[in-house]
């Protein structure tokens, strides 16, 4: 018979190459782990965000949140009740906050309170913000401002009539292929790849800004690169200190990096926190950047931010500004995939966070507006 351990030491020599081969090869990587899911933020190194000394917390309904479920969902889902729709549509956390009382706080297929989860796009919004901080602080003139005033090494390729403004509203022109599907495209390099920094600056335009929106995270990445040498910081260090500090937060959080050895942080995605500070985050914007009469955001960058000025318009028909969705009537929303939300109306003070597991077809930004019109 031959001996446990024996048989221990040759599984270990057998996965020691896979090891090896996963931590050096983003194709690797993209094989092993497949798409992005729910986990995601165990898989990669990360650079940490302190919370603040004080954190702040929701004011709790004293009762329970009763949410009809509208019958032609009921029919659709074969759900009976309002939680159960969520579980049923793989929903891992669901809040309600409304005139700062969290109404409503769910979670489901083991998730709680405590569980970090991954922003994936949700973090274009937060990199937004910070270039609305960086512009009060003096340190960006303005989003007219060329990107190659921040990163003259992209002068040579297309790139000296691309501003910032173009970046946010992701009609800068360049080549970039957003697909997840395979492994060798740009969008796998960027996502599981280990120099970041180094496929970002080789970036080319394809056509003139301006003219076309394009939903790329390359722009977002471009961005990270700018507030990082307008600033003189890291991305993440920036961000607690501007924005997760200020605004109370009430768990610390992180932000993924591409590897150990470069720690770039992946700017179009990959923030890592808990579901109670991503609508806190709703809040900020909900109450024009400001808490406890202090501005984190200014009111002004908000309201620009928030403004529709051209055609452009996400897959599903929702108009985009500066990576946010935008409603003609005043909601607006973060979108992540897998079906990742940061919903505010601000005419009903409700701010609504989703967080799934799995990526649908499901409308959710619609179901949020019928939702708000019951409470």
Wanted: contains cysteine.
């Amino acid at each position: 018979m031959v001996d446990n351990q024996v048989i221990r030491r040759l599984i270990l020599l057998l996965f020691i190459p896979v090891l090896i081969f996963i931590s050096s090869c983003h194709v690797a990587r993209y094989v092993w782990w497949n798409f992005a899911d729910i986990h995601d933020s165990e898989k990669f190194p990360v650079i940490p965000i302190a919370k603040p000394t004080l954190s702040k917390s929701f004011i709790h309904s004293d009762s329970a949140l009763y949410i009809p479920l509208p019958d032609s969902l009921n029919l659709m889902n074969h759900a009976a009740s309002f939680d159960a729709f969520l579980e049923k549509n793989n929903t891992v956390a669901f809040l309600i906050v409304r005139n700062d009382s969290l109404l409503y706080e769910r979670y489901f297929d083991g998730f709680s309170r405590e569980s970090v989860l991954p922003s994936f796009s949700l973090a274009k919004s937060f990199v937004s913000a910070l270039i609305g901080i960086a512009i009060a602080e003096g340190k960006i003139k303005s989003v007219d401002q060329p990107v190659t005033d921040f990163i003259p090494e992209l002068a040579d390729t297309g790139f000296n009539k691309v501003t910032l403004k173009d970046l946010l509203e992701m009609r800068s022109g360049i080549r970039f292929n957003e697909g997840y599907s395979s492994p060798f495209g740009a969008m796998g390099k960027f996502y599981y790849g280990l120099n970041l920094r180094k496929y970002t600056l080789r970036l080319k335009t394809q056509i003139p800004p301006g003219e076309v929106y394009n939903y790329q995270s390359a722009n977002t990445q471009l961005l990270a690169i700018v507030l990082e040498r307008a600033t003189g910081m890291n991305l993440p260090d920036y961000f607690g200190e501007k924005i997760w500090k200020p605004m109370g937060s009430e768990y610390p959080a992180s932000w993924s990096v591409d590897s150990k050895r470069n720690n770039e942080p992946k700017a179009f995605c990959c923030i890592n926190a808990h579901a109670v500070d991503f609508a806190r985050f709703g809040q900020l914007f909900l109450h024009h950047g400001i808490v406890d009469h202090d501005t984190v955001i200014p009111p002004s960058w908000i309201k620009e931010s928030l403004t529709i000025t051209n055609d452009s318009k996400d897959s599903q028909g929702f108009p985009y500004t500066y990576h946010w969705r935008v409603m003609r009537d005043g909601d607006f929303f973060a979108k992540g995939i897998l079906g990742q939300y940061i919903y505010v109306c601000p005419s009903k003070n409700i701010v609504i966070v989703r967080f799934g597991k799995k990526s649908t077809g499901f409308v959710w930004a619609g179901f949020f507006r019928e939702l708000i019109k019951s409470l």
